[in-house]
């Protein structure tokens, strides 16, 4: 397969230089027979922060790969930071910066966090005063304000404390495209908040444009795009409000309690309902029923009522990008965990 149909030194015509993050119409193919990239097309302005959900297996390490110039597509046009990612790879590694899932691979765990920088800040020319300048803003937002935690050897530190000095190291070089690969996973429910609130605060003090890898549904509150990935296709992409609106009525859905509710052997009854486009499990003999206009309420609920279920209560409800992923994601709940 050809690369691009392009001619040389030609620009994608939907690419513009407000977009840190660019691929269109991409295939990856690892031993030439099995496809694991299906014609991806993604993009992300300068300062946005693009989220790549799904489970194993879905292409979020493989569009991380290419994005960062690690392997070629055979097909289609990435391009990172202004860069060609693979024709301009040295001067994309000086623009772009990356933090790993497991922190033992960027860190040294001897060092403290002060000295992993340094360390790593030498890799691009950087002096160690301009490095200790840089550290002090950056541990700043990211919550280290205290002497004693920045002399104190990494092996030493929590959980979130190492996740912090990973992001720190990444941030040195100032990049304009900080890729972060599940930067939440291990962590306790209330740290996974807490770095993602620190990344946000990086994202708006530096303007850095973000590309975080996850499958961690909480990343979508701090994202300002979305790609839905499975077994390497985009099965959902754009704003996370964008998405949840392209559900019926406009994401907004009916909430039913009902006395009893065996989903084994009432759910195919449900969606004999006129009307109804989609129907979930929202909690014990709880639905959530995605129709096709929730000002005809009254009908659906005749049709229940003919059909013997007893409704308890219902109410109009809002969509989650929860609902949106279990509708359209293509992958379960269980495949993320």
Known sequence: MKRSHLKKHEIHPDFTEDMDVFMRNCYVSYDKRKIVLHNVSLDVKK?????????????????????????????????????????????????????????????????????????????????????????????????????????????????????????????????????????TTGLDPHLRIDV????????????????????????VDYCTKIAILNHGRVTGYGRPVELIESLPSNGKSVLLELESFNPQQKMERIFRVDGVQYVLNAGRNKLKLFVQDTGNISKILDQLYEMKFNVKSFSIDKGTFLDYFRLKGGVSIADLE
């Open 196 to 219: 993602l609130n620190f990344l946000l605060k990086v994202n708006q003090e530096f303007g850095t444009t973000m590309v975080i890898v996850s499958h961690d549904l909480e990343i």
């Open 47 to 183: 300062g946005g922060v693009l989220g790549l959900i799904g489970g194993s297996g879905s292409g979020k390490s493989t569009i991380l790969r290419c994005l960062t110039g690690q392997i070629s597509p055979h097909r289609g046009i990435v391009r990172t930071a202004n860069c060609d990612v693979i024709k301009d790879n040295e001067k994309l590694v000086n623009k772009i910066g990356y933090v790993p899932q497991l922190e033992y691979l960027s860190l040294y765990y001897d060092f403290n966090p002060i000295d992993n920088c340094i360390f790593f800040g030498r890799n691009y020319q950087l002096t160690s005063e301009e490095i200790k300048s840089r550290v002090k803003r950056i541990f700043a937002i990211l919550g280290f304000e205290d002497e004693d935690i920045l002399n104190r050897p990494v092996k030493n530190l929590s959980g979130g404390e190492k996740k912090r000095v990973s992001i720190a190291v990444g941030l040195i070089n100032t990049p304009s495209v900080l890729f972060l690969d599940e930067p």
